[in-house]
T-cell receptor, first 116, second 114 residues
Framework: AQKVTQAQTEISVVEKEDVTLDCVYETRDTTYYLFWYKQPPSGELVFLIRRNSFDEQNEISGRYSWNFQKSTSSFNFTITASQVVDSAVYFCALIPSYTGGFKTIFGAGTRLFVKA | GAGVSQSPSNKVTEKGKDVELRCDPISGHTALYWYRQSLGQGLEFLIYFQGNSAPDKSGLPSDRFSAERTGGSVSTLTIQRTQQEDSAVYLC????????????FGSGTRLTVV
């Protein structure tokens, strides 16, 4: 089965706290792509990052970092020193290269509230 | 255009009426996708177009739903005989082939069936 699980439905933090959004995926493909998208209150989904299955290097972009671990089929997203503008719904997603027909499978999303 | 454009942004329709939702993808993107997002829910795949290939319609929930893509560019999603459960935000996205570089989404069409 091809599936993305985001077990955290909602997370609420106070500004400047660090927060980690969990993502676990399932695929039988050996080549696949993982993504994170952000959907702010305005509604438009924005692409944040892509990792391919051959590259397990973690990535940092400013206050954002991503931890990809094939051994646990996880692709977690950490926001350091969160800000109110980080409040949004975050979606983890998967493209299984061969069996998925090149369409993206999205998780249910995690709604993050950052309070001032 | 610079981004993915969807119209209308909001549509209220009476149950039983047909509606058409339009998507204008980014120029040069060969792939186009329709997703549906119900209130507070995740994204449900509907249909995927890639170039001149036959579309992947595996996500269309019923035969009341159809979509076409003319000239490899603009796409129209049609819902016939709308039902209240069709109320949702319909999102269109486009990408280069395969989508591995990520999708660019439009702002969506919020459909309300009354």
């Amino acid at each position: 089965a091809q599936k993305v699980t985001q077990a955290q439905t909602e997370i609420s933090v106070v500004e400047k706290e660090d927060v980690t959004l969990d993502c676990v995926y399932e695929t039988r493909d050996t080549t696949y792509y993982l993504f994170w998208y952000k959907q702010p209150p305005s509604g438009e989904l924005v692409f944040l990052i892509r990792r391919n299955s051959f590259d397990e290097q973690n990535e940092i972009s400013g206050r954002y970092s991503w931890n990809f671990q094939k051994s646990t089929s996880s692709f977690n997203f950490t926001i350091t020193a969160s800000q109110v503008v980080d409040s949004a719904v975050y979606f983890c997603a998967l493209i299984p290269s061969y069996t998925g027909g090149f369409k993206t499978i999205f998780g249910a999303g995690t709604r993050l509230f950052v309070k001032a | 255009g610079a981004g993915v454009s969807q119209s209308p942004s909001n549509k209220v329709t009476e149950k039983g009426k047909d509606v058409e939702l339009r998507c204008d993808p980014i120029s040069g993107h060969t792939a186009l996708y329709w997703y549906r997002q119900s209130l507070g829910q995740g994204l449900e795949f509907l249909i995927y177009f890639q170039g001149n290939s036959a579309p992947d319609k595996s996500g269309l929930p019923s035969d009341r739903f159809s979509a076409e893509r003319t000239g490899g560019s603009v796409s129209t999603l049609t819902i016939q005989r709308t039902q209240q459960e069709d109320s949702a935000v319909y999102l269109c996205a486009s990408s280069f082939i395969g989508g591995a570089d990520g999708y660019t989404f439009g702002s969506g069409t919020r459909l309300t069936v009354v």
